[in-house]
């Protein structure tokens, strides 16, 4: 951990490694890890006794790395907070109360933090066991005092920058049948049995939290495929598919959100959520057609995305092939979609961080602007209940907006910067300053 002694601020240093997005630049799939990456750090050249070498004054020229992501918290007062005391807070009751349930379900000395933030389940039997026995619904002053009363704001930022990226996601919708024809012809499948997720902790404590996926062949541990050949074949005739959908182009947006509903023709709606990927490194479509020169910065949304590929249906799957990322499903039973906290979303009150330094569970207030609208304030409360493969860094959130079509305006559209603040229960906050 680095850490500087600077007025009640914290420096978390995390190390990086690697659903839910914006289609433009980048995007994530649901509890998945590994998106639209920044760009490789620039590599530094190896010295050895064969390298040529400078003998004089004149220094090496070697690029400089940047450095690891870190995040700084500051402690501010609420009345610090953005627009905090026009928040309907009644509206997080939902996305609050189905973390606490989480928190009260854990053992008080459980470790519910992350990265640098030391937090136990028992900093939030507190508040949490006031709204679980309270029986409040939506009365805002008492819910305010609530959390003034048992909460710390602390401002997040990656090295004292506080601006950061805001998408947004959403639920898909797509047309579906349990029995393949010719309208349902495009699979959508279930997590193979073969697929094996590696703890890498198991064989080194050192890699603790770190995994791999792959599957066994001929008593060798080797990469799970990319999706050109799990396309092309390699999952035909084992019986995987829960559905077939009507759209290759809606199966791959599904894939790309991390969970969705599907009408069947007879009119019922069966919801599924992630259940894995291929392990295989998340590349955005959007940012190849850029690329390519087919369509301008300006034009790569899922609108001109899909339209590209309608124009182009000889090159639409070589399109889809530039993503080698490929999502399993899995039936969802009761509320959903479910987050990486375990717990239903709740449209416009969840959204996905990077667990590698926000914890699941904590309450952020975000300070941003309206996608479509960037004179418009975004200022509320939020569940940090998700995570997100392009969704890496201190100050980085996907917004989740509910389902169907004006959600899919609003996430589709979204790419805000701005602020958001974390807050942490007493306990939590005594720990962060303690450091001092």
């Not at 610090?80 to 379900?105: E, K, T, Y």
């Not at 805001?166 to 029995?179: C, N, Q, R, V, W």
């Not at 009507?246 to 007879?266: A, C, H, N, Y």
């Amino acid at each position: 951990m680095l850490v500087e002694k600077m007025p009640k601020i914290l420096k978390c240093l995390s190390g990086t490694v690697a659903g839910f997005a914006c289609l433009l630049l980048v995007a994530c799939d649901s509890k998945d890890e590994g998106a639209a990456a920044p760009d490789a750090a620039p590599e530094t050249p190896e010295v050895t006794a064969e390298s040529p070498q400078e003998t004089d004054t004149k220094p090496l020229d070697v690029p400089e790395v940047p450095a690891e992501p870190t995040l700084v918290l500051a402690e501010l007062g609420f009345s610090d907070l953005p627009g905090w005391s026009d928040d309907q807070l009644g509206q997080i009751l939902p996305a609050i109360q189905r973390s606490c349930q989480r928190f009260l379900a854990l053992p008080a000395g459980r470790d519910v933090g992350t990265g640098a933030i030391v937090m136990k389940a028992g900093d939030w039997h507190g508040v949490c066991g006031v709204l679980d026995a309270s029986g409040y619904k939506a009365r805002d002053p008492e819910i305010r005092t609530l959390f003034e009363t048992e909460l710390v704001p602390f401002q997040a930022s990656d090295r004292g920058e506080t601006k950061g990226l805001f998408t947004g996601y959403f639920e898909a919708d797509l047309s579906a049948s349990g029995i393949p024809d010719e309208d349902y012809r495009y699979p959508i499948y279930r997590r193979p049995d073969d697929h094996v997720i590696a703890d890498l902790g198991v064989f080194n404590p050192d890699l603790k939290g770190k995994t791999v996926i792959g599957r066994v062949e001929d008593g060798r541990f080797i990469p799970y495929p990319e999706r050109s050949t799990l396309e092309t074949g390699h999952l035909d005739g084992k019986g995987l598919e829960l559905f077939w959908a009507r759209d290759p182009i809606d199966v791959f947006l599904l894939q790309v959100q991390g969970s969705g509903r599907v009408t069947l023709p007879d009119g019922r709606v069966v919801r599924i959520g992630f259940d894995g990927h291929n392990g295989q490194p998340y590349r955005s479509i959007g940012r190849a057609l850029i690329d390519r020169g087919e369509l301008e910065l300006h034009q790569a949304s899922w609108d001109g995305i899909r339209g590209w590929m309608q124009e182009n249906p000889d090159q639409a799957s070589s399109l889809l092939y530039e993503n080698p990322r490929y999502v399993f499903f899995r039936i969802l039973k009761g509320d959903g979609p479910i987050g990486a906290e375990g717990v239903a979303l709740t449209p416009g009150r969840s959204i996905a961080v990077d667990r590698k330094f926000i914890p699941m569970g904590v309450p952020v207030w975000l300070d941003t602007v309206w996608p479509r609208d960037p004179e418009k304030p975004l200022q509320r409360l939020l569940m940090a209940q998700d995570t997100g493969g392009a969704i890496k860094g201190p100050v980085r959130g996907d917004f989740f907006w509910g389902f169907g079509a004006e959600a899919l305006k609003y996430a589709g559209s979204m790419k805000s910067r701005g602020d958001y603040y974390l807050l942490l229960p007493k306990a939590a906050a005594e720990r962060v300053n303690r450091d001092f």
